[in-house]
């Protein structure tokens, strides 16, 4: 049975997201009555003066504190919020990643309160703001620190009010009611190299953006509380860190029977849809899909149709409707975490495969 890379990569694709923050919106005004409703943000370091060790960039469980390089398998070491991809400042870590400090495009989810009262407007006025912050997900903070209790404070963020907001293409899209189906006026104006969705986990939940493929909502989205539920275990000792974001196969018991069965099941689905990848888009050559499909069926079908990937002189050809297409549905399962959507999944592949397929 094949190593469950694409596992690895949906894990990855939350983890080290690019553009995607727990939140983005930090307006969930905690709950609480009376002076809750004028809760203003506050930012990360009022929050830190009392959970430090949460803010912190390393914890431990159950063995005492971290120590630099240690191996010992009774120290449980894991990042904390702050050594975690949410709790990284606006300049991002990581030689790939983009200084979000100056560009607009990603502030909206890498900052708290952005666009609205009392949040994050630039870096020399509201400094304070940059970067993921703990009010991201748990809404505002002021009346909770004048009064720490936790009934003046969202102690479980609500997914579709936070995490759906950026883990998205469009920061708050799904606010605006659904987006529309992607057809060949999408791509129209983009070379056919450049199509490629990525890293939309709510719409892919959601079962958006399958190239002419009406809405197949995942019964993954009827989980309570969605994101939540699954991604952030409270019992792993690493509920603000990295650890917790890779799902927590417990939480598909009451539907798969036991973890045991659901990581079972995960694998088959795993190698299943490694498989209809590689077929479409090519071998990387260690037995993974290609980052870019330059081979399999849509690399042959270029090949054939003459498509210069490059230019956008040929948009009016069917052929090159049918490569854009088939490329986005490519993209979109291999950096879209097909589990949370595996019919969705299964059948956009397959409308790529009937695409190029003569």
């Not at 909770?144 to 998205?168: F, K, L, M, Q, Y």
């Not at 890779?246 to 990581?263: F, I, M, P, Y």
């Not at 071998?283 to 069926?297: A, I, R």
Request: proline share 6%.
């Amino acid at each position: 049975m094949r190593t469950s890379w694409l596992i690895a990569l949906a894990a990855l694709v939350v983890s080290v997201v690019l553009v995607a923050g727990c939140g983005g919106h930090g307006g969930v005004v905690p709950p609480g009555g009376g002076g809750a409703a004028l809760a203003t943000f506050v930012g990360r370091a009022v929050c830190a003066t009392c959970h430090g060790d949460i803010n912190a960039e390393y914890g431990s469980y159950p063995d005492g504190p971290y120590v630099p390089g240690t191996k010992n398998p009774g120290v449980h070491v894991w990042a904390n919020f702050v050594g975690s991809a949410h709790g990284q400042d606006m300049r991002s870590k990581g030689s790939g990643n983009r200084n979000v400090q100056d560009d607009a495009g990603c502030q909206p989810c890498h900052t708290v309160g952005y666009g609205e009262d009392s949040g994050y407007t630039n870096g020399t006025d509201t400094p304070q703001f940059e970067g993921i912050g703990c009010e991201e997900c748990h809404g505002r903070g002021s009346v909770h620190a004048g009064d720490p209790a936790s009934s003046n404070i969202s102690r479980v963020p609500v997914a579709t009010e936070t995490c759906w907001d950026c883990h998205n293409n469009t920061y708050k899209i799904l606010r605006a009611g659904a987006p529309p189906m992607v057809d060949d006026g999408t791509w129209y104006n983009t070379n056919p190299g450049s199509v490629g969705p990525k890293y939309r986990q709510a719409l892919f939940l959601l079962g958006y953006e399958g190239y002419l493929r009406p809405q197949m909502e995942s019964p993954h989205a009827l989980i309570n509380n969605t994101c939540v539920t699954c991604h952030l275990n409270e019992n792993s000792g690493d509920f603000h860190g990295t650890e917790a974001l890779r799902g927590d196969l417990e939480a598909c018991v009451t539907c798969h029977g036991s973890a045991a069965e659901a990581q079972a099941l995960l694998a088959d689905f795993d190698e299943e849809i490694v498989d209809l990848l590689i077929e479409l888009g090519g071998d990387n050559g260690s037995g993974e899909p290609n980052s870019k499909p330059t081979g399999g069926l849509i690399g042959a079908y270029a090949t054939a149709n003459g498509i210069v990937l490059t230019s956008n002189d040929q948009k009016d050809l069917q052929a090159v409707k049918n490569y854009k297409g088939a490329r986005n549905n490519y993209y979109l399962v291999y950096g879209g975490c097909y589990v949370h959507n595996p019919n969705f999944a299964r059948q956009v592949l397959q409308d790529a495969k009937d695409l190029v397929t003569p």
